[in-house]
Structures are given as C-alpha cells and as structure tokens.
C-alpha cells in the first residue's frame, strides 16, 4: 500500500520513463525495471550514490548513507504513533525484536511526550 502521493509521482515517472523508450529506441533494452539508465539498463550504483549526494547538499540537508534513509522512515513513523508491527513491516524485519531493537533509543522521547499529555489532560481535571 502506497500514499496517494507516491502513486502520483510513480505514474509521472513511468511517462518519462516511456518517453526516454521511444528517444533511445532500437538501444533501448527492457529489464522491466523502475528506475533505469537512458537506455532502459540498471543504474550503476556509484550514479545513484552521486546523484544522492548532490540532492542531500541541494536540499541543505546533513550528509547521510543512503542506507539511513530506511533508518529515517522507521523513525518518522514511531514518531508519528505507528504501531511498531506496522513499522516491523515496511522494511522487512522478520522479527519484531529487530524492530524495536533498532528504534528503541526513539521511545523515550515518545513517552516523555505521551506523560506531557497525560499530564495536560488530567492537571486541568
């Protein structure tokens, strides 16, 4: 299951996508994958590493491993509320101890919130 915005952005791709197919034509070669070079083969790794970075930097944002986007999402959404068996999910942990192992140090922070509320309601009763 997708956001809205993401099937939105994916099926804008797939039209660019179509129209780098029709310019390389006879080169094009179909690996009937996502995201491709001009010519319809897998990007090389060290391409999207770089093309990463540049964005990072555009964006004034820290220097990161790509890898630590997967980190970003997981904690955005522990810090949102998700359920951690939700979270456990979307990047494929077999284990729900991997999960919270990994994102434990995510959790104080969030009961020291959820106590600031508890707080806010009852001090008012």
Do not use: C
């Amino acid at each position: 299951m997708l956001p809205p915005f993401v099937i939105d952005t994916s099926l804008r791709h797939h039209a660019e996508q179509a129209e780098m197919r029709a310019e390389a034509g006879a080169a094009w070669q179909e690996k009937d994958i996502v995201f491709s070079n001009s010519l319809g083969k897998f990007m090389e790794g060290s391409y999207v590493h770089k093309v990463f970075k540049q964005l990072l930097k555009q964006a004034e944002l820290p220097d990161v491993r790509f890898h630590d986007l997967r980190h970003t999402g997981a904690t955005v959404m522990f810090k949102m509320g998700v359920h951690p068996k939700q979270v456990q999910e979307l990047p494929g942990h077999s284990q729900i101890a991997i999960t919270m192992d990994l994102y434990s140090w995510v959790l104080p922070s969030m009961q020291r919130e959820l106590m600031d509320h508890v707080d806010e309601i009852f001090r008012d009763s």
